[in-house]
C-alpha cells in the first residue's frame, strides 16, 4: 500500500507543507492496520507515535477510574490524531483511547520525529495550532450543549453532525447510514444507553430513522433540525 505526497497534503497539519517534507514524512512513516474493535493506543500509554487515518473510522475516549466512558470525537480518513507527544515531547502520555470502529488503517509516524521537524518548519507549529482551535471549537459547541439543550436536542445536533462528517447516502433505500451503536451516540451525548435506546425507537416509529445492528439511517434529516431546535 503506497501513498503520494498530494494524498498526505488532504491532512490539515501538513496542507501547507512542500513536496520534499511530504515525500519525508511518507518515508519515515508505517502502516497499521486494525481490526474493527481493536486499539491503536490506549489512555495513558506513551505516546510514542502519532497517526494519520487512511481508512476507516476511529473514536477516541476517554475513562474515568470508575470504568465509565465519554467519547470525545471521531476520527474520519485524512485526520491525524495522537499527536500530543509531537507537541508536548518525551514523557508524553495519550489522554484518550483510539478504538477501532471498522476495519481500519493509518500511517504512524514516530512522535520524535515530527517534533525534530517542528523546530525548523513554523508552518507545522501554525497548523497544529490552527487543528488544536477547531478542536477546543467543537468541544465548546459540546459543552453548551450539555448545559443548556434537552437530551433530545443534544441527540438530534450529534446525529446531524455525524452526517456532514461521515454519512452515506444509501444505495438500497433511502436516507442517510451512519455506522454508529446506540452506546456510541450515548457516549458522545452524555447520556444514559437506555435514553438512547428509548428515543431512537420513538423516532424510529416516527419514521425519522431507521436502526440496525450498529447503524442508523436517518430517514428524515429536516425532523432531526426541528428537535435539535427545539421546535419539537
Same mark, same amino acid.
Given at each position: 500500500?503506497?501513498?503520494?505526497? *498530494? ?5 490539515v497539519v501538513?496542507?501547507?507543507?512542500p513536496?520534499?517534507?511530504?515525500v519525508?514524512?511518507? *518515508? ?7 481490526e474493527?474493535?481493536?486499539f ?14 487512511t ?33 508536548r ?7 484518550a483511547?483510539?478504538?477501532?470502529l ?13 517534533y525534530?521537524m ?16 477547531m ?13 443548556t439543550?434537552?437530551v ?63 447503524k ?17
Amino acid at each position: 500500500m503506497s501513498f503520494s505526497p *498530494e494524498d498526505l497534503r488532504q491532512v490539515v497539519v501538513f496542507q501547507n507543507a512542500p513536496d520534499d517534507d511530504l515525500v519525508l514524512i511518507l *518515508e519515515n512513516s508505517i502502516v497499521r492496520t486494525i481490526e474493527e474493535g481493536s486499539f491503536f493506543f490506549l489512555q495513558g500509554d506513551e505516546a510514542s507515535h502519532l497517526y494519520v487515518l487512511t481508512s476507516g473510522q476511529v473514536k477516541l475516549m476517554q475513562s474515568n477510574p470508575n470504568g465509565q466512558q465519554v467519547n470525545l470525537r471521531t476520527i474520519y480518513p485524512w485526520q491525524m490524531f495522537g499527536a500530543l507527544g509531537a507537541t508536548r515531547g518525551p514523557g508524553a502520555t495519550y489522554p484518550a483511547t483510539a478504538q477501532a470502529l471498522e476495519n481500519s488503517t493509518s500511517l504512524a509516524l514516530a512522535s520524535s520525529f515530527l517534533y525534530s521537524m517542528m523546530k525548523t518548519r513554523p508552518y507545522l507549529s501554525f497548523d497544529l495550532m490552527n487543528l488544536m482551535t477547531m478542536y477546543i471549537q467543537e468541544m465548546q459547541a459540546r459543552y453548551r450543549e450539555l448545559a443548556t439543550e434537552r437530551v433530545e436536542q443534544r441527540v438530534a445536533n450529534a446525529l446531524i453532525r455525524l452526517a456532514g462528517q461521515s454519512g452515506i447516502k444509501s444505495t438500497g433505500e433511502a436516507g442517510i447510514e451512519l455506522t454508529f451503536s446506540r452506546q456510541d451516540v450515548a457516549e458522545m451525548t452524555g447520556s444514559t444507553l437506555y435514553t438512547i435506546s428509548r428515543l431512537l425507537s420513538e423516532w424510529e416509529r416516527k419514521g425519522i430513522i431507521k436502526t440496525g445492528r450498529e447503524k442508523i439511517r436517518i430517514l428524515k434529516p429536516h425532523d432531526l433540525v426541528r428537535i435539535a431546535d427545539g421546535a419539537e
